[in-house]
């Protein structure tokens, strides 16, 4: 049974700064990992997706990386911002148990300008 | 182009009755998956749904069912609503059910009183 994992559950940084969160998978047969971002009572923004044969995925100042052997990913947020200030959450869609896609229980972000 | 559109957006029952929510996938787009997603927590997956079949169920009592149409668009009715059924519902539309990513609407806030 897949299970993912997020740290740190939350997180507080200054503006400007630059950060990694983390993500945690038990079962390495995958066929693609998400990025997503929630805002307060919204609906899930998909920001990259690393298929199963790639190692990283960059878009602006986001670039996500994918450890399959060892079960991680990263997501890397450059020159963090106030807009930034959300919920992260990682995603996992794996061959095995019918295609199910498995989220962590994500990491809220505070960036104080 | 439309993204995920679901319906409704918010929605108060009372505890016993029934309620059906609405999708409508990203044109083309094959595959209709719903999650609920309780405050604090990450989305957990319901069914996943590819050219009207059933493709997953998650660890959810019988009482919640959906179906997809024809028009790739899906319905999911919950039953019998406990004050536990409370929580946001999401819509993912994907183009198959294997390795493509998701794309979600918005939610629909269920509160039941």
């Known amino acids: 049974k897949q299970e993912v994992t997020q740290i740190p559950a939350a997180l507080s940084v200054p503006e400007g700064e630059n950060l990694v969160l983390n993500c945690s998978f038990t079962d390495s047969a995958i066929y693609n990992l998400?990025?997503?971002?929630?805002?307060?009572?919204?609906?899930?923004?998909?920001?990259?997706?690393?298929?199963?044969?790639?190692?990283?995925?960059?878009?602006?100042?986001?670039?996500?990386?994918?450890?399959?052997?060892?079960?991680?990913?990263?997501?890397?947020?450059?020159?963090?911002?106030?807009?930034?200030?959300?919920?992260?959450?990682?995603?996992?869609?794996?061959?095995?148990?019918?295609?199910?896609?498995?989220?962590?229980?994500?990491?809220?972000?505070?960036?104080?300008? | 182009d439309a993204g995920v559109t679901q319906s409704p957006t918010h929605l108060i029952k009372t505890r016993g009755q029934h309620v059906t929510l609405r999708c409508s996938p990203i044109s083309g787009h094959k595959s209709v998956s719903w999650?609920?997603?309780?405050?604090?927590?990450?989305?957990?997956?319901?069914?996943?749904?590819?050219?009207?079949?059933?493709?997953?169920?998650?660890?959810?009592p019988d009482r919640f069912s959906a179906r997809q149409f024809p028009n790739y668009s899906s319905e999911l009715n919950v039953n019998a609503l406990l004050l536990g059924d409370s929580a946001l519902y999401l819509c993912a539309s994907s183009l198959d059910w294997t390795d493509y990513g998701y794309t979600f609407g918005s939610g629909t806030r269920l509160t039941v009183v």
């Open chain 1, 34 to 113: 998400q990025w997503f971002r929630q805002d307060p009572g919204k609906g899930l923004t998909s920001l990259l997706l690393i298929q199963s044969s790639q190692r990283e995925q960059t878009s602006g100042r986001l670039n996500a990386s994918l450890d399959k052997s060892s079960g991680r990913s990263t997501l890397y947020i450059a020159a963090s911002q106030p807009g930034d200030s959300a919920t992260y959450l990682c995603a996992v869609k794996g061959e095995t148990g019918g295609f199910k896609t498995i989220f962590g229980a994500g990491t809220r972000l505070f960036v104080k300008a």
């Open chain 2, 35 to 60: 999650y609920q997603q309780v405050l604090g927590q990450g989305p957990q997956f319901i069914f996943q749904y590819y050219e009207k079949e059933e493709r997953g169920r998650g660890n959810f």
